[in-house]
């Protein structure tokens, strides 16, 4: 199957400052990447994604980049909040299984 | 109707318990899902069921028995449990079509004792 990095497996930052979350997939027939966002006792919370065909999508103070060459994707968060933090996972969609592959996570924490 | 659902919340059964997890969606998703999460760790997909017909069995031990009675309902049969099989068990539903996009429920904590 896909195999998803991600790193790193916690992250603090102060509020208003920028994070950034990396992960790396091992399959190029991978062609969707969403992001979840799940708070303490919570479902995952799809809050943004992106497809192969494209390079970067925002969405307000949250954007994800796509770089498919070098198999890696991001989450930028800018002017962070405290109910930014949670837990992020990164997922890469394989074509051949047909699923969900998930990264192992990024503990956020924004310092107010 | 936007929400996958799920009890109970918390459950808490012993080893020789037989106990079912509840699923329920009104998106006309025909695509459901199980997966198992452990604590501080990424869900880990267990069962896919396509058109009510179970489609992928990620070769999780007899002692769960996932059913599909309808188009809106998915459960998962629980019997002689272990406590390593305590984690956070979430639904999810799709489009067969769009099985990338998929919506969570929040998921039955449960404990094994």
């Known amino acids: 199957g896909e195999n998803v990095e991600q790193h790193p497996s916690t992250l603090s930052v102060q509020e208003g400052d920028s994070a950034v979350i990396k992960c790396t997939y091992s399959?190029?027939?991978?062609?969707?990447f969403p992001w979840y966002k799940q708070e303490l006792g919570k479902r995952p919370q799809l809050i943004i994604d992106i497809r192969s065909n494209v390079g970067e999508k925002k969405d307000q103070r949250i954007a994800v980049t796509l770089n498919k060459t070098a198999k890696h994707f991001s989450l930028h968060i800018t002017e962070t909040q405290p109910e930014d933090s949670a837990v992020y996972f990164c997922a890469a969609f394989q074509t051949g299984a047909n699923n969900l592959f998930f990264g192992t996570g990024t503990r956020l924490t924004v310092i107010p | 109707d936007t929400e996958v659902t799920q009890t109970p919340k918390h459950l808490v059964m012993g080893m020789t318990n037989k106990k079912s997890l509840k699923c329920e969606q009104h998106m006309g998703h025909r695509a459901m899902y199980w997966y198992k999460q452990k604590a501080k760790k990424p869900p880990e997909l267990m069962f896919v069921?396509?058109?009510?017909?179970?489609?992928i069995n990620e070769s999780v031990p007899s002692r769960f028995s996932p059913e599909c009675p309808n188009s809106s309902l998915l459960n998962l049969h629980l019997h002689a449990l272990q406590p390593e099989d305590s984690a956070l068990y979430l639904c999810a539903s799709s489009d067969v079509g769009k099985r990338e996009t998929q919506y969570f429920g929040p998921g039955t904590r449960l404990l094994v004792l």
């Open positions: 399959d190029s027939a991978s062609n969707y």
């Open positions: 069921y396509s058109y009510e017909k179970l489609s």
